[in-house]
């Protein structure tokens, strides 16, 4: 029986994985932990019965506390006391944003394994969290099949890495950007997604987050990491070979397949997600990234190769950007204008420790909330 923490079980990836532990025998939840859905932790407490549970909501905690008789708490302490627990033995963390380093950092240390499906963690922090490489297993659907791809094969073999990006709700969009509305940013083609996810997919920040990711995930340099637009959504990714070949990883949009394979890993166990049938997939296109169109694809290149400050304040902007964005404050436009300026600002320590990391962090924020304001 394998115990598990789910930090942000009640979000898109989160209430997937518990989807995903209903069909499978040999998993027991341990703990969950929530932002502000305070209902739907109560239904998750009610039906998987944790040990204990974790709200952001201070208010919320006490009434869940009394209403199903286990521990609750409301601070970033009750999220590392989770996933420290000596009876935990896996951490899925699918919190969004860079909230979810301090308690990654801490289930890594204590020598958990941390399935990890929060990208800004290792944006921020792939220098921290790369110490405990054997300990950490992807859930994105990109670098699962990346896993997949790279399993027992030699990474001196492998010449390339290339993701694929379905292209976001504005991959044929006419006209200029300037004044689409948060309805039509967060309308995503093929995926599911939280809100911030969603825009993040729709500016082509999302890719950038994932080849940070890939980076340090597989100790590939930045030059050697490519990005294709490819619609339908069925290729996750792929690996050149360096006689050219290609090996691709192919499946259904289901990201209950790569939450499984984190879950069960090395094990690859029946899902029932349906299968991918072939004869039924139609054509697969693939098209080059307009970078033009879309700059926050390359302000993430830029931060990654760049290193240390950066890719922190690319992070921290983005995030009060797109949460300006979606409060009606900002253009869709302004988003990457928003990061680029700020990145501007921040050159400096190359190794920052987690305290500087969290300080960097905020003055971003900061920054980035003046010009917005």
């Not at 069909?23 to 341990?30: A, M, R």
């Not at 944003?97 to 204590?110: D, I, Q, V």
């Not at 192919?250 to 397949?257: C, E, K, S």
């Not at 501007?344 to 969290?358: N, R, T, V």
Request: net charge negative; hydrophobic share 45%; with cysteine.
């Amino acid at each position: 029986m394998l115990n598990v923490v789910i930090l942000g079980s009640t979000g898109s990836i989160g209430t997937q994985t518990l989807d995903v532990i209903r069909h499978l025998p040999g998993f027991k939840v341990l703990g969950l932990a929530a932002g502000s859905n305070h209902e739907l932790l109560g239904k998750q407490i009610a039906e998987f019965k944790p040990k204990f549970a974790c709200i952001a909501l201070a208010e919320r905690a006490q009434a869940l506390s009394e209403d199903y008789s286990i521990p609750v708490s409301s601070d970033s302490e009750g999220l590392v006391d989770m996933v420290t627990d000596p009876a935990c033995d896996l951490v899925v963390v699918s919190v969004v944003g860079a909230m979810g380093l301090r308690p990654t950092l801490a289930a890594l240390e204590a020598g958990k394994k941390v399935a990890i499906a929060n990208k800004e963690t290792l944006v921020a922090g792939g220098h921290l969290i790369m110490k405990y490489q054997s300990q950490i297993i992807p859930i994105d659907s990109e670098h699962s099949a990346l896993w997949h791809c790279f399993h027992g094969r030699d990474h001196k073999d492998v010449a390339r890495i290339i993701l694929t990006a379905s292209g976001g709700p504005f991959r044929n969009f006419k006209g200029s950007l300037d004044d689409v509305s948060i309805e039509q940013a967060l309308a995503h083609p093929r995926w599911d997604m939280g809100g911030k996810i969603s825009i993040d997919s729709a500016t082509l920040m999302n890719k950038g987050l994932e080849v940070i990711e890939a980076h340090w995930l597989f100790d590939f340099p930045y030059t050697h990491i490519d990005v294709v637009v490819h619609p339908e959504s069925i290729v996750h990714s792929m690996i050149q070979l360096n006689d050219g070949s290609l090996i691709a990883h192919l499946g259904t949009a289901d990201m209950r397949l790569p939450i499984q394979y984190a879950l069960t890993y090395p094990d690859v166990l029946k899902s029932p997600v349906e299968q991918l049938d072939l004869t039924q997939a139609g054509t697969l296109t693939f098209e080059p990234v307009d970078h033009a169109r879309f700059p926050s694809l390359n302000l993430a290149y830029e931060a990654g190769k760049s290193g240390g400050e950066q890719p922190i304040a690319l992070n921290a902007a983005n995030e009060e950007a797109v949460g300006a964005f979606m409060k009606g404050k900002l253009k869709f436009t302004k988003i990457p204008q928003i990061v680029e300026s700020v990145m501007g600002k921040f050159q400096g320590k190359s190794f920052p420790d987690l305290e500087q990391i969290l300080a960097i962090d905020g003055e971003a924020r900061e920054r980035a909330r003046a010009i917005i304001g």
